[in-house]
């Protein structure tokens, strides 16, 4: 099993910030998904990447996959109220999640 | 197909007692997971099955967990003689063979207090 470390764990800004999270693992992956979750609901999955190096791009959100598809990260510009929830990566290789950042955007 | 669904979205049982969770995973879904997810952590891999074949279980599916998918299709998860530390969010999620890139689909999960 290939151990996830995500980071921070919990994370507040102010609507209109910007704020990069981050995934990263000592083993190689041939995938990684990012996954948002709200209160009392199951994930969502967000983006896979599965190229190292690899950016996508969903509206505010930035995905990066490390060139040695060993971390990842999600950039997330002019953060909304809307944009609070619970982020995960997860191991596309065996469905193993990190433990998440919480993310709070205030208005 | 709405998606993944789980019954029921809550359950509260006394210690001791038994209980059991359903997921009705995507019809074309051939891969279902479970997971346990406790209040600020990630989701825990419980096990996982292909069509009904359960094969993978986590070291944390006690002998008192037992899952099955009998006709490939929906799939239970049983807990026998309930502890309080077995009070958590029970999520399941599927996914087609190889469908790796469409990302798993969760369910709402079934909240189990177990008092």
Known sequence: TQLLEQSPQF???QEGENLTVYCNSSSVFSSLQW???EPGEGPVLLVTVV????VKKLKRLTFQFGDARKDSSLHITAAQPGDTGLYLCANGDDMRFGAGTRLTVKP | DTGVSQDPRHKITKRGQNVTFRCDPISEHNRLYWY????GQGPEFLTYFQNEAQLEKSRLLSDRFSAERPKGSFSTLEIQRTEQGDSAMYLCASIP???????????????LTVV
């Open chain 1, 35 to 37: 996954y948002r979750q």
């Open chain 2, 36 to 39: 346990r997810q406790t209040l």
């Open chain 1, 51 to 54: 190229t190292g190096g690899e």
């Open chain 2, 97 to 111: 063979t190889g469908g790796i890139n469409y990302g798993y689909t969760f369910g709402s999960g079934t909240r």
């Open chain 1, 11 to 13: 994370l507040s800004i």
